[in-house]
């Protein structure tokens, strides 16, 4: 009989209740004040007008594979109520529920319709074709309260990009009329912004009688729960932006071009090149809505640095910060931003090169905290010299709590050249490929911008130390680069059958076991095993043994040679499981039950006897854009453990997240996912992330998409033209910081083309860049169907086509998932061609997915 780790009741059990006790006790830390005029936080709970499309059906998280299957979402409502809030727009609420009823109702007769004209899975037309809540109703009359709140939702979600239209990145005629309505006709309004990504704020800033506007997020089953507590000051938000919002989106350097705004979605030129978010911002003049770092809090602060010195290769100083305010508490994030000198190469304004956050400080008091980072962490890198450099010249360090509020604390002099590192440039960038910085107006801001940097350093240099830096005590990476050829293990036991249980004793060495094993059985445990009933035949559900986990690795070898199946479940705001399922008394499971948030088919009316239900309820943390605008890395580092007893709970190995591409624009649809514009940020949850889930005994992450994953639209198509600069800086950085701090079990690579190769099949990626530069010691897999030809489920290639499964193994992208008998065939073929790819290459691969295995080994 199956056994399954599933719950067999469906009744909360007490660690469902402990997770969601500490989600609603962290989460709200992550919520950004944008405008308080001091009407937060609220003095009292009495009546309240509350409109909106997320007022009542409030978003926990993005859809597709980010969604999590939680038991129930508490809305805004509902934590207004429980807080003891009286709602006195129910007739509003209802009628917009009776719209979204009937909305949904023609939305699945679409899909349903669509799916039999196509002959494609509905789940996978879903995708294609998200549903989309209808306009709230005008609002008419003003209710019996003094107080109004407006819930503004946006969701979005895999494989689509957002759109710069109403409704989505702008607000509906509808949306507006109905705000300027509440600030015209009650004593007090506010707006709640229920989006995981970035939106226009125009209007809302021109509002004159909105008394407050925050970014609630999206903080996952609990947000209803958070959010009053967050009014009512039971929590103290203390968010800071971790993107810049532009006043416009045409102020974004690649709003024109991007995705499909040029019609184009074959090719994404990336021209602004390192000038990504604030590094555009700040450089070029172009001033924002609300700049990276932006956060209000509910007190004041007061931040002084002193002691600035270099310790070895590092700098360090100390920044006393007092909360100046007299009535509440709060906590505040020290930012620290350098400018480089102007050199050979081109520099930003400003980088933030590190950031730490306070505890609780109460009205009055001061915490003094260690500032320390790499003076590495300040070079740029070099593609005419493949080396990562810090330049001769001073760097001025400012401490502030936002990018456009610092001030100076010091002055790093380079009293020559140094190089942090040298390497060797791995991304074939295109002589041709166009810059912003090579147009008139892009050498116009350059030059102000290094005038300006020149002056700023020059007028600081007055009143700030000078830290003269010691060269020889900052080292330079050198990594050891492997040439030739891998080679085939020689089995050295010929007459022994080696399991996996003699290399975890230490008997024999891991490639001992490779090595006796054949060219089908490489192949195989080289390709995930996707299921093939009628349930399973989607995307992200082929797990045989925990039901709605994404995928699972093969399981031949689990009795001869006690090789381990590894179970692998979506993520990064939590595990995507299939709640409910059914199965017979010998444990085969049942068809029928909820996929991706939706019902994918009714269980069968007559059920055989002795059917068994089981429930996997997990909790929905916060999306990883909520995520990180708390700042705060022991936050974030506590949510990964929640999600690491929960995978240890159901039986799960590899979280596939977190995900950590840059949000190079506000209009990618899995921005929520993603942490960031800021790649040191970036590194950083991710690394926090990941040393929460791994801090559980044989749990661990899968960080994605690896690597310039910024467009859902073709997805599995788009070549992304990026400099050597740019990934190395930008794209890559992330990554690298995940990597050396946390060593995360797995990376999954992403669909698209670098500069012309997949990132599935480019072996500088994966193994020089990952492995030899950076020390990843895990196992390499594909994003899913990235090797096959998806034209089945409407995503037909035009102008490039899928990865090449026998390149990815020769890359070293190790585990093609979730796997078909084709890519199998593909790979024994290649072995005994020995022409696209060798024995060797297959051992390679399985040697590092049972280097996992083994952790997971009890």
């Known amino acids: 009989m199956k056994e399954y780790r599933a719950n067999r009741t469906s009744e909360m059990t007490q660690s469902e209740l402990n997770h969601q006790k500490r989600v609603r006790e962290l989460a709200g830390e992550c ?64 009628a917009y529920d009776e719209q979204i009823r009937e909305e949904k109702a023609a939305h699945q007769k679409k899909i349903k319709k669509i799916a039999a004209e196509l002959h494609k899975p509905e789940i996978n037309v879903a995708f294609d074709y998200p549903y989309e809540d209808p306009d709230a109703p005008e609002i008419t009359e003003k209710e019996d309260a003094e107080l109004a709140i ?36 009650y004593e007090k309004s506010m707006v709640l912004l229920n989006t995981g990504g970035i939106i226009d704020t125009a209007f809302l800033r021109g509002m004159d009688n909105l008394n407050a506007l925050v970014i609630i997020g999206q903080t996952g089953s609990e947000g209803g729960h958070i959010v009053a507590d967050v009014l009512t000051g039971k929590i103290i938000p203390s968010g800071k932006l971790t993107d810049t919002w532009a006043k416009s989106y045409a102020d974004y350097p690649s709003s024109a071009e991007y995705s499909h705004n040029n019609g184009n979605v074959n090719d994404e030129y990336y021209k602004e090149d390192i000038f990504v978010g604030y590094r555009y911002f700040d450089t070029f003049g172009v001033e924002p809505a609300y700049c990276f770092g932006y956060g209000r809090s509910y007190t004041t602060f007061e931040l002084k640095a002193d002691s600035v010195e270099q310790d070895g290769a590092y700098l360090r100083f100390w920044v006393d910060v007092k909360n100046t305010g007299s009535e509440y508490a709060g906590k505040e994030v020290v930012q620290v931003y350098a400018s480089a000198p102007e050199g050979q190469l081109e520099k930003p304004y400003q980088e933030l090169a590190a950031f730490q956050k306070t505890g609780l400080l109460q009205p009055g008091e001061n915490e003094f905290l260690m500032i320390r980072f790499p003076l590495a962490a300040l070079a740029s890198y070099s593609s005419e010299e493949a080396a990562w450099k810090l330049e001769a010249g001073d760097y001025l360090i ?48 350059l030059a102000q911008r290094n005038a300006r940097v020149k002056s700023e350093t020059e007028e600081a240099l007055e009143t700030v130390p000078v830290i003269t830096v010691d060269p020889q005590k900052i080292d330079c990476e050198e990594p050891e680069y492997h040439t030739g050829e891998r080679k085939v293990f020689e089995d050295h036991f010929a007459g022994r059958r080696l399991t996996m249980t003699d290399v975890k004793n230490g008997d024999v060495y891991l490639e001992d076991l490779v090595a006796q094993l054949s060219v089908e059985e490489l192949a195989n445990l080289c ?94 943390i916060p999306i990883a854009s909520t995520l990180a605008q708390s700042w705060d890395m022991d936050l974030v580092r506590q949510m990964g453990e929640i999600v690491g007893e929960e995978m240890q709970q159901f039986g799960v190995h590899l979280w596939l997240a977190p995900g950590m591409n840059i949000h190079r624009n506000p209009l990618c649809g899995r921005n929520f996912e993603y942490y960031s514009e800021d790649p040191y940020l970036t590194g950083r949850c991710a690394a926090a992330d990941t040393l929460g889930v791994q801090s559980i005994d044989g749990q661990g992450t899968t960080i994605k998409h690896f690597a310039a994953n910024n467009q859902e639209d073709n997805r599995n198509y788009t070549n992304a033209h990026i400099s050597e600069r740019a990934l190395r800086e930008i794209y890559l950085r992330g990554f690298e910081i995940a990597v050396k701090e946390a060593h995360p079990y797995s990376i999954m690579t992403s669909y698209n083309l670098i500069n012309g190769i997949h990132s599935a ?98």
């Open 398 to 445: 400012r401490v502030g709590n936002s990018c456009a509020n610092t001030i100076p604390v010091a002055v790093v002099r380079m009293e020559q050249m140094k190089k942090t590192a040298q390497l060797k440039n791995l991304f074939d960038e295109e002589s041709d490929l166009p810059k912003l910085s090579d147009t008139e107006a892009g050498r116009e801001a």
């Open 761 to 858: 099949n480019r072996h500088d990626m994966l193994q020089v860049a990952a492995r030899e530069e950076w020390g990843f010691d895990g196992f390499v897999m594909t994003d899913w169907y990235a090797t096959q030809d998806t034209s089945i489920m409407g995503q037909a290639p035009d102008k490039y086509t899928w990865a090449s499964a026998k390149q990815a193994i020769h890359a070293g992208n190790d585990m093609l998932m979730p796997g078909c008998a084709l890519n199998v065939e593909d790979l024994i073929q290649g072995t005994e061609e020995g022409t696209e790819m060798i024995l060797a290459d297959l051992q390679h691969c399985v040697k590092n997915i049972l280097s996992i295995g083994l952790r997971t080994m009890k």
């Open 31 to 94: 919520m950004v004040i944008l405008e308080n005029d001091g009407v937060l936080p609220l003095k009292e709970n009495g009546k309240v007008a509350l409109y909106g499309n997320g007022a009542r059906h409030t978003i926990k998280g993005g859809t597709g594979s980010g969604d999590v299957n939680a038991r129930n979402v508490v809305t805004i409502e509902q934590g207004l109520k429980d807080a003891g809030f009286t709602v006195m727009t129910e007739n509003w609420l209802n």
């Open 527 to 620: 390709v995930g095993t996707e299921r093939l009933d009628d349930d399973a035949n989607v995307v992200g559900c082929a797990s045989d043994r925990v039901i709605g986990a994404a995928g699972e690795t093969w399981s031949g070898l689990e009795e001869s040679r006690k090789i381990p199946v590894l179970i692998l479940a979506d993520g990064p705001a939590g595990l995507r499981l299939q709640p409910h399922f059914k199965t017979t008394a010998e444990g085969e499971k049942i068809s029928g039950g909820e996929i991706f948030g939706m019902s994918f088919r009714p269980f069968p009316e007559n059920l055989p006897e002795g059917t068994l239900d089981y429930y996997q309820y997990c909790t929905a």
């Open 150 to 185: 407006y819930v503004l939702s946006r969701n979005s979600g895999e494989g689509k990009d957002r759109y710069c239209r109403k409704g989505d990145y702008l607000l509906t005629d509808r949306e507006e009329a109905n705000i300027r309505f509440v600030t015209e006709h």
